[in-house]
Nanobody, 126 residues
Framework: QVQLVESGGGLVQAGGSLRLSCVAPGRTFRGYNVGWFRQAPGKEREFVAVIIGIYGLFDSTTYVDSVRGRFTITANNARNTVSLEMNRLKPEETAVYYC????????????????WGRGTQVTVSS
């Protein structure tokens, strides 16, 4: 079992920035794809971004079209923290943001993910 812990959520004005972090206490993310998903009230959980770590390289990322160019997903050198830098945030991006890890499968498909954090709330005010 892999425990995931998110941090960094909060309240920000539209156009502002937040940085979310995800750690797996006691282990690294080597061998895992690590993704960020979000779920707004009344909506399905949707893919936001993923960094490919199943090959140990962490050199490939994918984003949903709506955040490309504004959000950046990275892994630190120790490969024990994956962060999501979010810039120019919009009110419609208010949601609970979840970190997830997968050992295989389609990187942008939530059904591929085996492990999930509890989420961190991001609220963007207009």
């Amino acid at each position: 079992q892999v425990q995931l812990v998110e941090s960094g959520g909060g309240l920000v004005q539209a156009g502002g920035s937040l940085r979310l972090s995800c750690v797996a206490p006691g282990r690294t993310f080597r061998g895992y794809n690590v993704g960020w998903f979000r779920q707004a009230p009344g909506k399905e959980r949707e893919f936001v971004a993923v960094i490919i770590g199943i090959y140990g390289l962490f050199d490939s990322t994918t984003y949903v079209d709506s955040v490309r160019g504004r959000f950046t997903i990275t892994a630190n050198n120790a490969r024990n923290t994956v962060s999501l830098e979010m810039n120019r945030l919009k009110p419609e991006e208010t949601a609970v943001y979840y970190c997830a890890a997968a050992v295989r499968g389609i990187p942008n498909d939530r059904e591929s993910y085996d492990y999930w954090g509890r989420g961190t709330q991001v609220t963007v005010s207009s």
